[in-house]
């Protein structure tokens, strides 16, 4: 038995000193992760604009046209026509200062001097509320001479509806051995022919005191006077003071009636100051 207990220290000794040296080596220490840090946020980047913005058009509210004017109203009838066959319903002339004749279906007016105004009366018929129409074709004319129709004409006294050419029309009244006395002041025409030759149908539509003028169915103008209410129709020629012939041809007279009654303007009441 004491054997045994001898023996015993014996066995322990090499584990101690096996631990010993264990506990005398230096401690290898685990290395500590650094903390995580974030990704970085990029700054933004600015934003191409491929296409620059355009504004919004605003809606625009559409109106419909309006109505062309009718200016040729009451139209009825066919009163006279004119093929220029015969010269027995107008006046003709021939002298030094210039003529007029009817032939191959036109009534012609050459003039011959400066400052000389020709004319030819129709006898029939007598017109007061009327549209008619005349082709006229200016085949030597220049500046100011003028040409056109003369209606209700009598005792001296017409209307004038005339063209220069210049290209501009007017409206006069004529009395006999009185300066002409213009009711419509002369306005530029495309219609109008510029000196010659030229072809253009003119056209005069009448009721009561109003007139409407036309050119080559065209509305030129409307005029309104009271002096003259009835009368025959004629055409005319007139040269003027720098020029010493015209010539001026007038074909396919038509006249038609007319029923209208045109509006008459009221007066306004004027009141009269107390004294």
Same mark, same amino acid.
Request: proline fraction near 9%; hydrophobic fraction near 40%.
């Given at each position: ?141 220049? @500046? #100011?001479?003028?040409?056109?129709? =003369?209606?209700?004409?009598?005792? +001296? %006294?017409?209307? *004038?509806?005339? /063209? ?30 510029? @000196? #010659?030759?030229?072809?253009?149908? =003119?056209?005069?539509?009448?009721? +009561? %005191?109003?007139? *409407?003028?036309? /050119? ?60």
């Amino acid at each position: 038995m004491e054997s045994i207990h001898r023996l015993r220290p014996i066995w322990i000794l090499p584990i101690l000193f096996i631990l010993a040296l264990a506990s005398c080596a230096p401690i290898q220490t685990q290395p500590v992760p650094a903390p995580a840090t974030g990704t970085p946020t990029p700054p933004p980047t600015e934003t191409v604009q491929w296409f620059l913005p355009t504004l919004t058009p605003t809606p625009q509210i559409i109106q419909n046209a309006t109505e062309t004017p009718i200016y040729l109203i009451g139209i009825g009838e066919t009163i006279a026509t004119d093929d220029f066959t015969s010269a027995a319903a107008w006046n003709t002339v021939s002298a030094d200062e210039g003529s007029i004749s009817v032939s191959r279906n036109r009534i012609t007016i050459a003039v011959k001097e400066p400052e000389i105004y020709l004319f030819s009366l129709r006898d029939a018929p007598l017109l007061s509320d009327f549209y008619l129409e005349i082709d006229a074709h200016p085949a030597l004319c220049k @500046g #100011s001479d003028s040409y056109g129709l =003369l209606f209700r004409a009598g005792n +001296g %006294a017409a209307y *004038r509806y005339a /063209l220069a050419c210049d290209g501009t029309v007017r409206l006069e009244r004529m009395k006999l051995y009185n300066h002409p006395r213009a009711i419509q002041e002369a306005i530029s025409s495309g219609d109008a022919p510029l @000196g #010659s030759p030229g072809d253009v149908r =003119l056209g005069v539509w009448a009721s +009561g %005191a109003e007139m *409407r003028f036309f /050119l080559n169915g065209r509305y030129q103008f409307t005029a309104v006077d009271v002096i003259l209410e009835s009368g025959t129709l004629g055409v005319f020629a007139e040269t003027d003071a720098e020029d010493s012939a015209m010539t001026v041809t007038f074909s396919d007279l038509v006249v038609q009636s007319v029923s209208y009654l045109s509006p008459t303007p009221t007066r306004t009441p004027i009141e009269t100051p107390s004294p």
